[in-house]
């Protein structure tokens, strides 16, 4: 069986930095040290955070009741409001937001405080979204998901509308919303913050998995990248697994595949990678 592992599967530079910042200030012995939200989307990361005494805060009820202590922001980045309330308690705050989220976060605040609206392509739930939703001040707030989002949409007269996007968006779907938005000049900026890494990361996926007869996409369950990475490679190849680690694969017809393809989420650390791969090379 030939084994294609995807150059881009694992850590992006983004989820690479903030693992960095977090286990350097575990190391420094800067207690009590805290991440708002789970720092990325790997449990075993995250729980080997715990046991070095980085706590994780789950939301903003956590972190008004704690006085103390330092918060690293999380690379999806948090409202403005998390940061004021860090800083009205006096706390440490070391900010691991992504620069591209960053990026996303002065685009949103300099286009809403010219009066525009904000159209963001994303989901609505995820952390991500809600960070930049804070960012857009008192501007109106839409976010799409699918072309048939946008089928009733309805501009108001003389509204202006800037249009960004998830950094983790599937690429192909944001290249329809955006084809749509300008038939019916809804949008009057498109900036697309679709990250580099996120892209790359799709495109050497959807390359391999239509040579392979089964792909493995390795990742977290709550990951936004993950599950696009998935969508993209089972829409090129049927028998796409996706999985978090090696516990949960059971690869179906081996004698059927000749050729497999790995690839995985951002958050994926390369030891779970490397044991999918060997796995499927030794078995
Ligand atoms: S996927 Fe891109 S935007 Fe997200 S953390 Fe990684 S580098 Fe940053």
Redesign the pocket.
Known sequence: MEVILAKTAGF????QRAVDIAYKEAEKGNFPLYTYGPLIHNESVVKDLEEKNVQVLQDKEALEKIDKGTVIIR?HGVPPEIYEIIQRKGMGLIDAT?P??KKIHHIVQEYSEKGYSIMIAGDVTHPEVQGIMGWCGSAKVYVVQEVSDLEHFQKAPGEKICFVSQ??FNAKKYKELVAVSEKYRYTDIVVNTI?S??DERQKEAKEIARKADAMVVIGGKHSS?TRKLYEICKDECNDTYLIQSLEDFVLQHPEKIHTIGITAG?STPKKIIKEVQKFVRDE
């Open positions: 992006c530079f983004g989820v690379t992504c591209f989220v950094t983790t990250c890494a996120t990248n951002a």
